[in-house]
Structures are given as C-alpha cells and as structure tokens.
C-alpha cells in the first residue's frame, strides 16, 4: 500500500511541476538584455560611456595608431612615451 502511495505521488508530482509553461523562460540574472534596459536616452549615454572605458580596462593604448605617425617598432620606451607616461 505505501509503494502504490509513493508511486502516485512521484507521478502527481511529476505531473504538477510539468504544467509550469513559464518555468524555462526565465530573464538571464547575469546580463541585462535590450527589451530591458534600453527605456529612456540617459540609459542609451550609459551604455555608450561603458563603450568608451573598454580600452581603459584592457591596457589597450592607440595613440596614433591610425595615421602616418604610427610606431612600427615594439620597443617599450616608444609604449612609454605612446601611453603619455614618459618618466
């Protein structure tokens, strides 16, 4: 009798939480998505501020990279000079 009992609440159990439609559709927790959060313009100049930091918060440098005064060499006291740290 209290196999018979077991099985049946197993299945009515198992039945129960398969009626939950919504359950899979969750909002990811770890990122924001676009239907979120872009609502109003200042949250578009946030977006586009946090853009502008990436190179920052990579060591990345471009000086003068993208014209005729680009350094072709490796050399650190060019990186140096490049960074605007000259010491």
Do not use: H
Not at 68 to 75: S, V
């Amino acid at each position: 009798m209290k196999k018979g009992l077991y099985i049946s609440i197993t299945i009515l159990l198992i039945l129960v939480s398969a009626c939950q439609k919504d359950f899979l559709d969750r909002v990811p927790q770890d990122s924001i998505s676009t239907e979120v959060f872009f609502k109003t313009e200042e949250d578009l100049k946030l977006y586009t501020n946090g853009l502008l930091s990436i190179p920052n918060a990579w060591g990345l440098y471009l000086a003068d990279q993208g014209s005729d005064n680009a350094a072709t060499t490796g050399a650190v006291e060019i990186k140096t000079i490049m960074t605007g740290n000259p010491t």
